[in-house]
């Protein structure tokens, strides 16, 4: 039946639990902190479902309860109808891949693997390994020592390792962290491969947005030990449904505006004086102080200042420009005093001769503009930057 063949689940108790993951009004404490708030989640079977969030957020508890690392203060934990909740580690059909790796460095690559299969007193480890390896493309490297591997090449070891004991759900906590940025992509590009082989439920934890949106199917953003949105990577990013994700999930030019009425489809908006439209359905909230906001590559930047601000254009001073290879990044002054960022695809053979200083118009269609409700300002980098555009725009 082949390496990852499912059984039908469900008789021999927690450990051969089969089917869809579900966490019902799951909540931990540690004291008088929360860590995470009364969070329910379904993740299909064999789906790719990603964690993503800050530091603090509540994801990687999150992952730790689903491991049996932790156990939650209230709420369930299942996998098709079998309850995991109370019981440890190793007796539920879930496997962790650890940025750390957690290899045995006195071990070969293939007994490695063939661990798990070995304790549990399976006949065919050997053999088990060698699949697994094949699998992850690491046939090659089975008679060599972690020592003697990549980092690359010991996170394909790693995840070996937890694939060969057929787990029903792979938890996988920042696994590509320690990899530098080139090895990081590919190695995004063959967990997504290696899940659609094997069929497996993937849940990866991670603050990186990139990896997120890159592998899984489904993103759920957390934030202060709740999910804020929840949906397909294009979904999050194009029409983000509030502050903290219009910031995290990549940037936004965020500005504070007024709602003051209605054109057709579309609400009116007053963002620091100029008059903006939005369509409705594009926006999270439909009434008084909001935040309009457009991601950078759906600005459209010119030479001059615009001639019609009515219909969209917004003069600005150029304060900054970074040549990034693929696209170049301009950093400017709208009339309010917020800065706003510009990305440029470098697509002429002569570049753009725009310098600071120079005066710019600023365009975009109403269809990338989306609007939420004015708070939730996102932690770090992004979070900073919106508060100095609100200040200075308010």
Not at 12 to 23: I, Q, S
Not at 261 to 290: F, K, Q, Y
Not at 350 to 356: C, H, L, N
Request: negative net charge; proline residues 6%; charged residues 20%.
């Amino acid at each position: 039946m082949g390496l990852f063949a499912r059984g039908t689940g469900g008789a021999g108790g927690v450990r051969e639990a089969k089917g869809d993951l579900r966490l019902e009004s799951v909540t931990k404490s540690f004291g008088n902190f929360t860590a995470v708030d009364d969070l329910t989640l379904h993740v299909p079977r064999g789906g790719f479902f990603a964690l993503l969030g800050p530091s603090g957020c509540g994801k990687t508890t999150t992952l730790r309860m689903v491991a049996g690392l932790e156990q939650p203060s209230a709420g369930r934990l299942l996998i098709g109808d079998a309850d995991l909740t109370g019981s440890r580690p190793y007796e539920r059909p879930v496997n962790t891949v650890f940025q750390s790796y957690a290899l045995f460095p006195h071990l070969s690559v293939r007994d490695n693997v063939a661990f798990g299969p070995k304790r549990r007193g399976l006949a065919d480890a050997g053999t088990l390994a060698d699949e697994t390896l094949e699998l992850v493309q690491m046939t090659h490297f089975a008679g060599r020592r972690p020592g003697q591997l990549s980092g690359g090449q010991q996170q394909r070891v790693a995840l070996a390792r937890a694939l060969v004991n057929r787990p029903e759900v792979l938890l996988l906590d920042e696994p590509l962290g320690a990899l530098d940025l080139k090895l990081r992509r590919q190695m995004q590009v063959e967990l997504k491969r290696i899940q659609t082989e094997v069929g497996l439920t993937f849940i990866h934890v991670t603050h990186d947005q990139e990896e997120a949106m890159t592998m899984a199917d489904t993103v759920a953003v957390m934030n202060a030990g709740r999910i804020e949105q929840m949906g397909a990577p294009e979904a999050l990013y194009d029409l983000p449904g509030t502050a903290f994700v219009a910031g995290f999930v990549g940037q936004s030019n965020l500005v504070p505006a007024r709602i003051t009425g209605s054109d057709g489809d579309h609400l009116v908006l007053d963002a620091a004086g100029t008059r903006v439209r939005v369509p409705r359905e594009r926006a999270a909230v439909t009434s008084g102080d909001v935040l309009f906001g457009v991601r950078p590559e759906k600005v459209t930047l010119d030479a001059g200042p615009s001639g019609d601000p009515a219909s969209g254009g917004v003069t600005a001073t150029v304060l900054d420009v970074s040549f990034t290879g693929v696209a170049t990044q301009y950093l400017v002054t709208v009339p309010s005093g917020g800065q706003w960022t510009v990305y440029e695809q470098n697509l002429d053979v002569e570049p753009r001769r725009t310098r600071p200083g120079d005066e710019v118009s600023l365009s975009w269609n109403p269809a990338h503009t989306f609007v939420v409700a004015a708070d939730g300002i996102p932690e770090g980098a992004e979070g900073k930057a919106f508060i100095a555009t609100a200040e200075a725009t308010s």
